[in-house]
């Protein structure tokens, strides 16, 4: 039986000492005519297989997929292919004394995942420059959600004798993120305004400043944007907070805070993102995890789990889960979110990533993808016929191209797969492409899309 | 910032950083390169890089073991904590997901180069409808508290096209509930409002009729509940709650009791979620990833998220966005498609027999734990129990003043990770501490045996040491932890990653 270890004997042993004789008798809460009968056929599932039968119908499934190494691969929009050290999964996957973990609710038996924690929210602040980072989220999407309702709070908290809830989202924000963030809206009472990103891409400086009335309590930004153009982030703080707004920001690809000026130093109220990029396999786009951080004024109205120093009855240096009367199972239906998790797992990899790239070579990632960036740009738009949708602005991965539409089957065929066709997401019209760079793509990929476009 | 500990297997990465070292090289840049001030002229760029830790492989292996073998994990020690269950993760999950064609697999491929990924997950929600008895089912919600979420909108959604969203105010949760119901409720924007337990631990109904009214939403109840006891009158309940146009959703957290054995849909439930990571098996990985998919019945199913999974009469699948009702998107993409796939392999391991006897075992191991302790410890109720069972500190704080927290962390000392404390009955050291045991199906009589003794040989060192007990652990790595200064001052990043 799969996983069971009891014999026959145990079961019987088990059943004497409670003193029934069969474990149905167990079960006597349940009416009998809507338990599902033993041999009946109201539970559909498949026979039981073995490992050799699943292994072979799991090869099968994947026999009818085909994954980004069968590419020269430009596709990006919010998961990336970068490179995943051996680290993470040999530390992650293999070592089970993290994967089969519970939440650190024990610290003395969880000094090993309440460290990690420690470590990944000390790795976040000196990526972003905030004091405070949670242990993560499910994914940048819902912590964009997540830090839309806390920008709300804060607002409404700092003015309670105004009405405040209207939340703008600026400029071109990743699709399925301005979805989430518009499910969150709806379902909370929050009006939503969106303010579309202008004919440069970026956010439309007079039109955000007309969206900013006073019922405004907090502006979503994309940096780098859903078109990979870099926001002027500073200023359109600043508009926000002539507004008594908070801004927040959301990052879609980890790496470009390689290079790009920290959201604390630009202003930013509460910064969020996607972490696949660090650490983090693709799998179909999840499960990877959300980054959440902030000022240390701002952590008692913050979501999420969150770990702090502190020492043993010795003295000794020790780590705890801390700030819970934010969360769920003390503060109920006032708590700041519902959310438990914390993608531990996915946020132990972005750590390990981290460490296994260092400081020097987080900068050397980022430079990479850079150079790597503004080559592809020339060489494809060298080809008579593709242009930059938007042209001179500053990007770090990601850009737009304008071309023919309908090349993607042929370019298929020549196993390369093309940036995004942006009509599919409707963020553009038909033959607007989003090509994302990784460290991953290589000269030899990016000249061979550039015959094929031509 | 405390001192720099000397022995290594202490210090924090950040502390075995040194200038230059580092692991991972890149391949010699193969285009220009380009200086970056120039390339993102009229960007901001970083004034100093970022304050990563600097170190060598062997080192960083290192320091990731010996962090690993500070944690109790299922695959060292029994962990019997209740309301979670952790059972074993089989390894083969691990080992077929970490393939090219699930790590490299964009969510942005076209439908023809992920067919398998597609029909892995209508195969997969197939098997939950066939468990929760409902009709329709989404994968996407990232963990349970998600799905909670997801539920709750599309109630509030079909409210809302019924011409009810202005009427329908209040969310009704039993008091021993799990917290994310409230929470999820109230972020939701509906009132929770608190529904008492009978005293034998089941729904009051009459209690829950003088709260149900027009001004009614619905119900979040749990079944077995989380005193794990299972309902005996969930029909009833549904009636009620139906009887006013409301309805009826089920936290299926504690689904290792009944998968198979009864269908919620049966019962009157409208929605429910599962937790894939405490029911079928993907792992807990120190919190999460897990994930939490919803199945609903047919008059629900036009509110659920985007895109839902569909098969084509040529059999072959495809995404649907065509839903004009939809709450919309409550994450990105697909949902925690890594842990889709795990607990897929899992089911398919088990099949319909297996499911079944999972939940008898699991059934089976926590009745066995009740009878072999009521005698030593307070039984909160009694009675037949599900798949979990909650003792109390009555006995030993009455006796010895030893209380649930100081027993959990002994236990701590004998190899086993502790049981949940203080849920679900309310937080109180005077004698109702609350010690919530799950051992699930995967432990050997032996191992849950060995729980059993060490639980005893605790209730008699209450009454002849009871300061070891109260000053446990004392095997551990560190000692009792200050948990309150974490709180009251907390120190929640390493100052050498900050300038």
Not at chain 1, 5 to 10: A, F, L, R, S, V
Not at chain 2, 162 to 171: A, I, L, M, P, S
Not at chain 2, 295 to 317: M, Y
Not at chain 2, 333 to 344: D, I, K, P, Q
């Amino acid at each position: 039986m799969p996983f069971i270890q009891h014999t026959d004997e145990d079961r019987a042993a088990m059943l004497k000492a409670i003193g029934v004789k069969s474990i149905d008798d167990l079960y006597g809460d349940i009416p009998a005519d809507i338990r599902v009968k033993p041999d009946g056929d109201r539970v559909k599932l498949n026979p039981s297989m073995g490992e050799l039968e699943v292994t072979r119908h799991i090869q099968s499934l994947l026999k009818s997929t085909k994954n980004a190494n069968d590419y020269a691969f430009f596709r990006g929009a919010g998961i990336y292919n970068h490179h995943v050290s051996t680290l993470a999964d040999h530390i992650a996957l293999y070592d089970g004394n993290f994967i089969t973990a519970y939440t650190p609710y024990q610290p003395e038996c969880s000094q090993g995942t309440l460290t990690t924690v420690f470590e990944f929210q000390s790795c976040i602040t000196a990526l972003t420059g905030f004091e405070v980072s949670n242990a993560g989220m499910y994914d940048g999407a819902s912590a964009l959600a997540e830090a839309v309702m806390m920008g709300y709070r804060l607002t409404a908290d700092a003015f309670r004798k105004e009405t405040r809830e209207t939340v703008v989202l600026a400029g071109a924000i990743h699709p399925e993120y301005a979805a989430t963030v518009k499910t969150y809206c709806e379902t909370s009472g929050l009006k939503l305004v969106t303010v579309p990103a202008g004919k440069d891409g970026r956010v439309d400086a007079d039109k955000l400043k007309a969206a900013l009335t006073r019922e405004a309590s907090v502006v979503a930004i994309q940096s780098p944007n859903f078109y990979g153009v870099i926001e002027d982030v500073e200023s359109l703080v600043k508009s926000t907070h002539d507004n008594e707004a908070m801004l927040v920001q959301v990052i879609a690809e980890a790496v470009s805070l390689s290079v790009l000026q920290t959201p604390a130093e630009a202003g930013v109220d509460i910064c969020v993102g996607e972490g696949q990029s660090i650490g983090n396999h693709m799998f179909m786009g999840g499960p990877a995890f959300g980054f959440f951080a902030s000022r240390k004024d701002n952590v008692r109205k913050m979501p999420g789990r969150i770990v702090s120093e502190t020492t043993d009855r010795d003295g000794k240096r020790a780590y705890a889960l801390a700030l819970a009367t934010r969360e769920q199972h003390i503060r109920r239906e006032k708590a700041t979110s519902n959310i438990c998790t914390n993608q531990a797992l996915c946020a132990l990899r972005a750590l390990i990533q981290l460490a296994a790239w260092g400081k020097g070579g987080f900068v050397e990632l980022g430079r990479q993808v850079v150079s790597k960036t503004q080559y592809a740009i020339k060489t494809l738009t060298a080809v008579n016929g593709v242009e930059l949708a938007y042209p001179n602005q500053p990007v770090f991965n990601e850009f737009v191209i304008k071309t023919k539409p309908g090349l993607d089957k042929k370019l298929i065929q020549q196993g390369i797969m093309g940036g995004l066709p942006l009509d599919a997401v409707n963020m553009g019209s038909a033959g607007e492409y989003l090509v994302a760079i990784t460290e991953l793509t290589t000269k030899e990929d990016i000249d061979k899309y550039a015959a094929a476009l031509a | 910032m405390s001192n720099i500990p000397t022995n290594p297997a202490d210090r924090l990465l950040f502390e075995l950083s040194k200038p230059g070292r580092r692991c991972v090289t890149f391949p010699k840049l193969d285009v220009p390169e380009v200086d970056i001030a120039d390339a993102l002229k009229g960007a901001k760029l970083r004034k100093e890089p970022a304050r990563l830790p600097e170190i060598g492989e062997l080192d960083l292996v290192r320091h990731f073991k010996n962090l690993a073998d500070k944690n109790y994990s299922v695959d060292k020690n029994f962990y019997p904590l209740g309301s979670c269950t952790m059972k074993y993760n089989p390894k083969i999950n691990v080992t077929l997901l970490a393939q090219a064609g699930y790590t490299k697999a964009h969510p942005y491929l076209p439908e023809q180069d992920v067919q398998g990924h597609l029909e892995l997950m209508w195969n997969l929600e197939n098997y939950l409808r066939e468990v929760s008895g409902l009709d329709e089912v989404t994968l996407q919600p990232a963990a349970g508290a998600h799905g909670e979420l997801t539920g709750v909108m599309c109630i509030k959604a079909y409210f809302e096209a019924k011409g009810e969203g202005d009427q329908r105010t209040e969310f009704l949760i039993p008091s021993a509930a799990h917290g994310t119901n409230p929470a999820t409720a109230a972020m939701a924007g509906f009132k929770a409002v608190t529904l008492k337990e009978a005293a034998n631990g089941n729904i009051d109904i009459e209690e829950l009729k003088k709260k149900v009214g027009p001004q009614t939403a619905g119900m979040m109840i749990t079944n077995p509940s989380t005193l794990g006891i299972l309902e005996p009158k969930m029909r009833e309940i549904a009636e009620v709650l139906h009887g006013v146009g409301a309805q009826l959703y089920m936290d299926g957290a504690n689904m290792n009791a009944i998968s198979g054995i009864v269908q919620p849909g049966d019962y009157g439930i409208d929605v429910m979620h599962f937790n894939l990571h405490k029911t079928f098996s993907v792992p807990h990985g120190g919190g999460g990833p897990g994930a939490g998919p919803i199945a609903v019945r047919k008059h629900l199913a036009p509110f659920l998220p985007t895109p839902r999974i569909k098969k084509n009469g040529d059999g072959s699948f495809a995404y649907d966005y065509d839903r004009p009702d939809t709450v919309g998107k409550v994450r990105s993409f697909f949902g925690n498609f890594g842990a889709l796939v795990m607990a897929y392999i899992y089911m398919t391991q088990l099949g319909r027999e297996g499911v079944r006897r999972m939940s008898e075992n699991a059934v089976l191991g926590a009745n066995y734990i009740r009878v072999m302790l009521r005698d030593y410890y307070h039984v909160h109720h009694d009675r037949t129990n599900a798949h979990e069972v909650v003792f109390t500190d009555k006995k030993q704080d009455k006796e010895n003043g030893v209380h649930t927290l100081d027993i959990a962390k002994r236990l701590i000392d004998y190899g086993i990770h502790p049981m949940t404390v203080y849920f679900p009955l309310p937080q109180n050291t005077g004698g109702q501490g609350a010690m919530m045991v799950e051992p699930t199906e995967t432990e050997s009589k032996e191992s849950i045996d060995y729980f059993i003794d060490c639980m005893k040989k605790i209730a008699q060192e209450c009454k002849d040491n009871p300061d070891l007990v109260k000053s446990a652990p004392h095997t551990t790595p560190v000692k009792k932890v200050d948990e309150k200064t974490a709180s009251t001052n907390p120190q929640l990043y390493c100052s050498m990653c900050l300038g």
